[in-house]
């Protein structure tokens, strides 16, 4: 098996890359940052491909690199806008979406050739607890995950039975993207209240549940937008 990682110096698709490896699940690994993908491939012996996944063709150009064995594909590339919406501009908004929303519907169409001959293969994006539970100054973002959600369902519909589609919904994860949400341990903390399970998440969270659904431990779920948040988006007293 092998699985497509976009995004992959990222937080969550670094610890994805890890978690497959250490699973014995070949990786190809993409990402901007083209020193630290060079560094991770090198280091987990995984064949890369640096891209911007904005850059017209970019998704393509790495499915083609990756070849034609792809069984999983992984699109862990997004971002994280919080601003109030009288702040938030359309630049922001478009921003978002073509990031998180259709850059997962392109790349999905981009490998769609190659998951078809696989014919048990299996897609993993990813959403935020924010699309369903509603947060201030969220607007953008959630909107834009709130789109995957969608992406996920009907491509589930579509794909199957060839083809799993599911999402992962985290709450807040300690990454790069999230470090001036808990700079300070007061921060931190107050963070970690708001879930019932006291604490905020950890990329490895993320990565085990990721892994389990690309794997035939999961061959009868498709469809699903799973909550990885500490109980955040279901339990009473969450904040």
């Keep these: 098996m092998v699985v497509l ?11 994805v890359a890890r978690q497959l490896v250490a699973e014995g699940t070949s990786a190809y690994l993409s990402g901007r940052d ?5 560094s991770l491939g090198e280091a987990l012996s995984c064949a890369t491909s640096p891209a911007d996944s904005l850059a017209d063709g970019a998704l393509e150009r790495v499915v083609a690199d990756a070849g034609e064995q792809i069984e999983g594909l992984v699109y862990a590339i997004g971002s994280v806008t919080l601003k109030p ?55 953008s973002i959630a909107m834009a ?22 999402c992962i919904a985290p709450s807040l994860t300690r990454t790069s993207l999230t470090a001036g949400l ?8 107050a963070m970690a209240r708001a879930h019932p399970l006291q604490r905020i ?7 085990a549940m990721t ?8 061959s009868w779920i498709t469809g699903q937008v799973f909550a990885v948040d500490g109980g955040r988006s279901t339990l009473a007293g969450a904040g």
């Excluded at 995004?7 to 610890?15: E, L, P």
């Excluded at 709130?146 to 794909?159: D, I, K, M, P, Y």
Aim: charged share 20%; hydrophobic share 50%; aromatic share 6%.
């Design 211 to 218: 892994a389990f659904l690309l794997s035939e431990r999961a």
């Design 201 to 207: 998440g950890d990329v490895d969270d993320i990565a």
């Design 34 to 38: 083209e020193s630290r993908l060079r």
């Design 5 to 15: 990682i976009f995004g992959a110096t990222g937080g969550v698709g670094s610890a």
């Design 182 to 189: 808990v700079a300070t341990e007061q921060a931190e903390a």
């Design 145 to 166: 995950k709130g789109a995957v959600e969608a992406l996920t369902r009907s491509l589930a519909a579509e794909l199957a039975p060839r083809i799993r589609v599911i």
């Design 85 to 139: 919406l009288g702040r938030t501009t359309d630049a922001d908004m478009l921003h978002d979406f073509q990031l998180n929303a259709l850059g997962a519907a392109r790349a999905v169409r981009a490998a769609l050739p190659a998951l078809k001959r696989a014919g048990n293969a299996s897609v993993v994006l990813f959403s935020t607890v924010a699309a369903g539970h509603g947060f201030a100054f969220h607007s």
